[in-house]
T-cell receptor, first 110, second 111 residues
Framework: NAGVTQTPKFQVLKTGQSMTLQCAQD?????MYWYRQDPGMGLRLIYY???????DKGEVPNGYNVSRLNKREFSLRLESAAPSQTSVYFC?????????FGDGTRLSIL | DQQVKQNSPSLSVQEGRISILNCDYT??????FLWYKKYPAEGPTFLIS?????DKNEDGRFTVFLNKSAKHLSLHIVPSQPGDSAVYFC??????????FGAGTRLTVKP
């Protein structure tokens, strides 16, 4: 039972490149989330999807788009990457509290 | 603005002793609080939670205390074990989706 799977685990991009981070969960959870974690700060919510077919902005949505492809998958897209988006990105899912997290994608933008 | 604050970036404790991790919040609408534990290169894993209708919740060696008037919660680990060494995040939410996290406290338990 894999839980929440994120791909890739690491990625280096150049400024201006685009990238899609993938997330899939096998727990039949309704809600899915994308967070970023930066040094000295907690996880900050970028976007979430409370159910299949819906998405909503979180605390820091600027520069990102999301797609809830189906119940299992929720992707995060950077259309034109900026150095300020260098971070570790975590996907999470839940049916009730608590949220279950993937192991993260470490993204560096040069 | 950081609505959830963990003012101690690190804490070092001797094995067998008590570890106390603290967390303060500013938003009085928060009604559900959680602690997560995180090892390097892994995602956060849920540890324990408490709803605002309670002031204490226990699960084995872990106890969370909530003081609503002070907007303060704490996590007690007794006895502390070397395997407890990790980063601990406090989180709070007013609805089920918008969860706010503290910056984390790195706990080191020395043998």
């Amino acid at each position: 039972n894999a839980g929440v799977t994120q791909t890739p685990k690491f990625q280096v991009l150049k400024t201006g490149q685009s990238m899609t981070l993938q997330c899939a969960q096998d727990m039949n959870h309704n809600s899915m989330y994308w967070y970023r974690q930066d040094p000295g700060m907690g996880l900050r919510l970028i976007y979430y999807s409370a159910s299949e077919g819906t998405t909503d902005k979180g605390e820091v949505p600027n520069g990102y788009n999301v797609s809830r492809l189906n119940k299992r998958e929720f992707s995060l897209r950077l259309e034109s990457a900026a150095p300020s988006q260098t971070s570790v990105y975590f996907c999470a899912s839940r049916v009730d509290q608590p949220q279950h997290f993937g192991d993260g994608t470490r993204l560096s933008i040069l | 603005d950081q609505q959830v604050k963990q003012n101690s970036p690190s804490l070092s404790v001797q094995e067998g002793r008590i570890s106390i991790l603290n967390c303060d919040y500013t938003n009085s609408m928060f009604d559900y609080f959680l602690w997560y534990k995180k090892y390097p290169a892994e995602g956060p894993t849920f540890l324990i939670s408490i709803s605002s209708i309670k002031d204490k919740n226990e699960d084995g060696r872990f106890t969370v205390f909530l003081n609503k008037s002070a907007k303060h919660l704490s996590l007690h680990i007794v006895p502390s074990q070397p395997g407890d060494s990790a980063v601990y995040f406090c989180a709070a939410s007013a609805d089920n989706n918008d969860m706010r996290f503290g910056a984390g406290t790195r706990l080191t338990v020395k043998p």
